[in-house]
């Protein structure tokens, strides 16, 4: 592949910068691309751009937006096996995975332009009718993280410009590729200053949640750097969509068909390498069923093709890059310091690329890191418990409260223990499937506000209520 040198999207124009950052393919260290690294004054130009383009966007009729949102699923449809070539080089998921984020994205934005925003009307009061609609926001600043670049984009695009709103979007600066490609080819399908696409360093993310031309941000990411984003947000008072981490707990009942679920629970946790936000990051497995479902996980593990995600058969790719590496890698190494044993890998990969095998940990202490962190990578504990009170207390015991899964034959149990777990998302004999039908949102430290669902289009506009006088 040449190297892939997309251009920012300001204004409907290309933009490049004086410097470029280098974007390395994961699986082999190269450098396979650059992005602009953006500037302050860049910035202040995209957000001039949503600034002017935002009335007629939100004067333009809501059909016509609508169609613009399938206008864009069909240009990402038609392109699909150019982006699905970038995202793998640039993010490391197979070819297969990324083909499949990228047609998830067509249909997401697709399934988004469907909705109908309400408008409620109240003749309670006595003398007025008062009826409230949704109305745009403004300018909205979108900031995405590295493990589904085109899919969280197209979460935040999809709902943010169907509502009104004008867009300033940042990948992240390990995976721009893909979503500059895509906002290049989605010029000639939106009016100018509709979506600017901007790339640049670590600085660039501040000077967007502290921009006074902003007036929404919808941030994907860590909750670290969530708590900043707040903190810098509050400059203008910014509406704040965030989507953060979390630490979701899987729980297996005792009855369980094992070989029915042993596999699905692998990719529960293993799915992109572990870096998604609603892995299932720690299992916990009823003593009756333990030693069964461990013997089974491991057999899947090692059944699984590691490698270069371009390469056919590969299910599992490399960490994306070497800093969350170097991290994974770093709560292995403190898991075999720690004497716990390994159900599965445990070891460093030797050659080129950030891979780290699948490893699965064999009932480590509770307070171990291995447990209580969020890995985002193919790390996860197994965790025997003997009285189910005790595991939920433990998958509630956590600072995040992002999502879970419950495992079981039987599902009244199993609905009665998803609803005493204290997070935004549960599934049942399932996991990690979100849909465009139902709202997503983290409890506690794992985020705030909505994504998805009507709850998360409502998310990018205010209410207004227009009260008017009528005979009693
Ligand atoms: P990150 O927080 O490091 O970065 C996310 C984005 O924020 C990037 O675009 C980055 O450049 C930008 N950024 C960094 N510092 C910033 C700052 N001070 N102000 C504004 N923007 C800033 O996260 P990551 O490492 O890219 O992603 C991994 C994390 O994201 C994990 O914790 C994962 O659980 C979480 N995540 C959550 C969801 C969800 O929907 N809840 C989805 C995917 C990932």
Same mark, same amino acid.
């Given at each position: 592949?040449?190297?892939?040198?997309?251009?920012?999207?300001?204004?409907?124009?290309?933009?490049?910068?004086?410097?470029?950052?280098?974007?390395?393919?994961?699986?082999?260290?190269?450098?396979?691309?650059?992005?602009?690294?953006?500037?302050?004054?860049?910035?202040?130009?995209?957000?001039?751009?949503?600034?002017?383009?935002?009335?007629?966007?939100?004067?333009?009729?809501?059909?016509?937006?609508?169609?613009?949102?399938?206008?864009?699923?069909?240009?990402?449809?038609?392109?699909?096996?150019?982006?699905?070539?970038?995202?793998?080089?640039?993010?490391?998921?197979?070819?297969?995975?990324?083909?499949?984020?990228?047609?998830?994205?067509?249909?997401?934005?697709?399934?988004?332009?469907?909705?109908?925003?309400?408008?409620?009307?109240?003749?309670?009061?006595?003398?007025?009718?008062?009826?409230?609609?949704?109305?745009?926001?403004?300018?909205?600043?979108?900031?995405?993280?590295?493990?589904?670049?085109?899919?969280?984009?197209?979460?935040?695009?999809?709902?943010?410009?169907?509502?009104?709103?004008?867009?300033?979007?940042?990948?992240?600066?390990?995976?721009?590729?893909?979503?500059?490609?895509?906002?290049?080819?989605?010029?000639?399908?939106?009016?100018? %200053?509709?979506?600017?696409?901007?790339? &640049? =360093? +670590?600085?660039? @993310?501040?000077?967007?949640?502290?921009? *006074?031309? #902003?007036?929404?941000?919808?941030?994907?990411?860590?909750?670290?750097?969530?708590?900043?984003?707040?903190?810098?947000?509050?400059?203008?008072?910014?509406?704040?969509?965030?989507?953060?981490?979390?630490?979701?707990?899987?729980?297996?009942?005792?009855?369980?068909?094992?070989?029915?679920?042993?596999?699905?629970?692998?990719?529960?946790?293993?799915?992109?390498?572990?870096?998604?936000?609603?892995?299932?990051?720690?299992?916990?497995?009823?003593?009756?069923?333990?030693?069964?479902?461990?013997?089974?996980?491991?057999?899947?593990?090692?059944?699984?093709?590691?490698?270069?995600?371009?390469?056919?058969?590969?299910?599992?790719?490399?960490?994306?890059?070497?800093?969350?590496?170097?991290?994974?890698?770093?709560?292995?190494?403190?898991?075999?310091?720690? %004497?716990?044993?390994?159900?599965?890998? &445990? =070891? +460093?990969?030797? @050659?080129?690329?950030?891979?780290?095998? *699948?490893? #699965?940990?064999?009932?480590?202490?509770?307070?171990?890191?291995?447990?209580?962190?969020?890995?985002?990578?193919?790390?996860?504990?197994?965790?025997?418990?003997?009285?189910?009170?005790?595991?939920?207390?433990?998958?509630?015991?956590?600072?995040?409260?992002?999502?879970?899964?419950?495992?079981?034959?039987?599902?009244?149990?199993?609905?009665?223990?998803?609803?005493?777990?204290?997070?935004?998302?549960?599934?049942?004999?399932?996991?990690?499937?979100?849909?465009?039908?139902?709202?997503?949102?983290?409890?506690?430290?794992?985020?705030?506000?909505?994504?998805?669902?009507?709850?998360?289009?409502?998310?990018?506009?205010?209410?207004?209520?227009?009260?008017?006088?009528?005979?009693?």
């Amino acid at each position: 592949m040449d190297m892939i040198r997309p251009s920012m999207t300001i204004d409907g124009a290309a933009t490049t910068a004086a410097t470029l950052i280098d974007v390395v393919n994961p699986a082999t260290e190269a450098v396979i691309g650059q992005a602009p690294d953006g500037t302050a004054e860049q910035l202040d130009e995209a957000v001039a751009a949503a600034r002017a383009a935002f009335p007629g966007w939100r004067d333009t009729p809501y059909a016509e937006r609508q169609a613009a949102l399938g206008r864009i699923a069909a240009v990402i449809l038609a392109n699909a096996d150019e982006l699905q070539q970038i995202l793998t080089a640039e993010q490391g998921k197979p070819l297969g995975d990324a083909l499949g984020e990228i047609q998830a994205a067509a249909w997401w934005i697709g399934e988004v332009a469907k909705n109908e925003l309400p408008v409620t009307i109240s003749d309670v009061m006595p003398g007025q009718r008062s009826t409230t609609r949704h109305v745009p926001l403004g300018v909205v600043g979108a900031i995405v993280p590295w493990n589904f670049p085109v899919l969280l984009a197209i979460w935040k695009i999809g709902p943010a410009l169907l509502t009104g709103n004008t867009l300033v979007l940042k990948p992240s600066p390990f995976t721009p590729l893909a979503t500059l490609r895509l906002a290049e080819l989605l010029r000639g399908v939106l009016p100018p %200053g509709v979506l600017n696409v901007i790339t &640049g =360093g +670590d600085a660039l @993310g501040p000077w967007m949640t502290g921009h *006074a031309g #902003i007036d929404k941000i919808s941030f994907t990411g860590s909750t670290a750097t969530g708590r900043r984003v707040m903190a810098s947000a509050a400059a203008n008072l910014k509406r704040l969509t965030l989507e953060l981490g979390g630490n979701d707990a899987a729980i297996v009942l005792d009855d369980v068909d094992v070989d029915a679920i042993a596999e699905l629970l692998f990719w529960a946790a293993f799915k992109n390498s572990g870096q998604v936000c609603v892995a299932a990051k720690r299992i916990y497995v009823d003593a009756k069923v333990y030693a069964p479902l461990s013997a089974a996980l491991a057999r899947v593990a090692g059944e699984v093709a590691m490698g270069n995600g371009a390469d056919a058969g590969v299910a599992l790719g490399p960490v994306q890059n070497r800093a969350q590496f170097e991290r994974v890698k770093a709560l292995v190494a403190d898991s075999r310091a720690q %004497g716990h044993r390994f159900l599965s890998g &445990g =070891g +460093d990969w030797e @050659g080129k690329g950030f891979f780290v095998p *699948a490893t #699965i940990v064999d009932n480590p202490p509770e307070q171990s890191r291995v447990v209580q962190e969020e890995a985002f990578g193919p790390v996860v504990p197994l965790l025997r418990f003997d009285d189910l009170d005790d595991a939920i207390a433990r998958a509630n015991a956590s600072e995040f409260g992002l999502a879970g899964s419950v495992w079981s034959s039987d599902p009244d149990r199993a609905a009665a223990v998803a609803a005493r777990l204290e997070t935004g998302t549960v599934w049942i004999n399932s996991a990690q499937n979100l849909t465009p039908y139902a709202a997503f949102a983290g409890q506690k430290q794992s985020g705030l506000g909505v994504e998805n669902g009507l709850d998360g289009l409502l998310e990018f506009t205010s209410p207004q209520t227009i009260h008017t006088a009528r005979a009693a």
